[in-house]
Structure formats: structure tokens, C-alpha cells
């Protein structure tokens, strides 16, 4: 299970919406609810300082985030998991250059750090506290090399598609054990109903994001279905003055229908 909620909690960041404020304004903080078979199984809230012009517009420069993942529900009290995250970098025509990421995990009383280091030539330097076996493969032969982490894809998802009006692009990420490609697709447009406590319902533009799995992925849970293979973004402008941010996301695996719903904007 602790395995499973790392994973979850791993598809949260690299696929649910974060924050965007101007250099003027005080960011804002953005709470996002994860259900699996319809029940509340984890929250992330997220605050994000992005290069944003005065009209809402994703500009190029410095980037920063940081973000929090608990599980919820009856989930908690049986395995009480916290994910903390931080990343820094800089936006250049809406692809985010990384200088560095840091996630830790803790359930029960273990816990479980990564820090990726970016260099300016694509080199990428990994610690992992413990040192896992997938982390030493990748630092032997330089799997991690000319890749971003996944909050800065987040980050790089919202940039393009508020400076080129499209999702569609090509990723490649590693976030500490995991190597791959993320294919993400506009698909249509639509709106977007209540859900539960959803903040947002309307108009949104729909993105389909298909990961293309490389290196550190367990056999097992691939062949268990454990992975997505696709998940569905819904993306829109949610907040006034702001940049257009994904507001709903499902994804179908071995254990359900996942969704992701912006829940709070303060």
C-alpha cells in the first residue's frame, strides 16, 4: 500500500493544476481533491510563483513551487502518507528549465527523500535518501539526463498552452526512480460539471497526456495495470487575472476511476 500511495501521490503532481500569481500580486494557494471509486483518498494544496504579466499571461523567467499531498479519508487513519515537494527554475518560450527539485515522503515512520540537481549542460545529479536501486541505475548511465521533473511539467503544461493556446507537446521526466515520456494531446473541448465539491464547472478545453514508460518501473505493477495508461485533463480559466489551469483530471487503473478536482482557491 505504501508503494501504491507513492504512486498516487507521484500522478497527483505530475498531472493536477498549480497556482499562478504576477510578480506583484500575492500567490495564490490552490487545493486540489484526489477520489479513487468516488471516495476522498488524497489532497494536495500548491502555491506557485510563475513569470506572469499583467493580463494573466505566462512571460518568460524564474519559477518556484512548492506542494503538499496527504491522503484522506478512512485511507489516512490506515496509512497516514505526506508528500512534501519543492522545485525551482525558469520558463524560456513555455519549456521549463529546472535547477532543482526536492520531494520527501513519509508514511508510518519511514520516509523517503530525492533531490535532482540541473545543470546547463542536461546533466542531472540524483540523491535519494536511501539510495535506491533505481536511482543508482539511472545515476550509472545517465537516464535522468536532459530531462524535467514533474512539477515543473505542470508548470511547463500551463506555460505552453497560455502562450501557444495548445496542450499538445512531448515531455521527458524523471522524478527520482521513474524515467519516461509524457505525450500530451489536445483532444476537444467541452464543459466541465459539478463534482462533489469541484470550485469550478464550465467551459474547459480537453487534453489527453499518455506516458510512455522507460526505465524504474516495476514489472509487476505494469503488468498489474497498477499505471494509467492515459489520464484526461481538462484545462480553463478558473481564476480571474490568471492563466487557464487544469481543473479536472481522470485516470482508469487496476484500483478505479481516479479523478482530480480543484476544490479551493484562496
Not at 13 to 25: E, I, R, V
Not at 47 to 72: R, S
Not at 111 to 139: C, F, G, W
Not at 211 to 228: C, E, H, K, R
Request: charged share 10%; net charge positive; proline share 5%.
Amino acid at each position: 500500500m505504501a508503494w501504491i500511495l507513492g504512486r498516487v501521490a507521484s500522478l497527483a503532481l505530475a498531472l493536477a493544476a498549480l497556482p499562478l500569481a504576477s510578480a506583484a500580486a500575492k500567490p495564490v494557494t490552490l487545493t486540489y481533491l484526489g477520489y479513487l471509486a468516488g471516495f476522498p483518498v488524497l489532497q494536495m494544496t500548491a502555491q506557485a510563483d510563475l513569470p506572469v504579466g499583467a493580463n494573466g499571461t505566462v512571460t518568460d523567467g524564474v519559477y518556484g513551487l512548492q506542494a503538499n499531498i496527504v491522503t484522506q479519508g478512512s485511507l489516512a487513519t490506515l496509512y497516514p502518507y505526506r508528500m512534501t515537494v519543492s522545485s525551482n527554475g525558469r520558463l524560456a518560450k513555455a519549456a521549463a528549465l529546472p535547477t532543482q527539485f526536492h520531494s520527501e515522503g513519509t508514511i508510518l515512520s519511514k520516509t523517503e527523500s530525492v533531490t535532482l540537481t540541473y545543470h546547463t549542460n542536461a546533466k542531472v545529479d540524483i540523491k535519494a535518501v536511501p539510495m535506491t536501486r533505481q536511482a543508482q541505475e539511472a545515476a550509472a548511465q545517465g537516464t535522468a539526463n536532459g530531462t524535467i521533473d514533474p512539477a515543473s511539467l505542470v508548470l511547463a503544461v500551463i506555460a505552453n498552452y497560455a502562450q501557444k493556446d495548445t496542450c499538445t507537446a512531448r515531455y521527458k521526466l524523471f522524478d527520482g526512480v521513474r524515467r519516461y515520456d509524457l505525450n500530451v494531446t489536445e483532444v476537444g473541448n467541452g464543459n466541465v460539471e459539478m463534482y462533489k465539491r469541484s470550485y469550478y464547472q464550465g467551459p474547459a478545453t480537453a487534453c489527453q497526456a499518455t506516458p510512455q514508460l522507460i526505465q524504474g518501473f516495476s514489472q509487476m505493477a505494469v503488468q498489474s495495470q497498477l499505471y494509467p495508461e492515459s489520464a484526461k485533463i481538462w484545462i480553463a480559466n478558473a481564476v480571474p487575472g490568471m492563466p487557464a489551469v487544469p481543473v479536472r483530471i481522470y485516470t482508469q487503473n487496476a484500483l478505479g476511476e481516479m479523478v482530480f478536482d480543484l476544490i479551493g482557491v484562496q
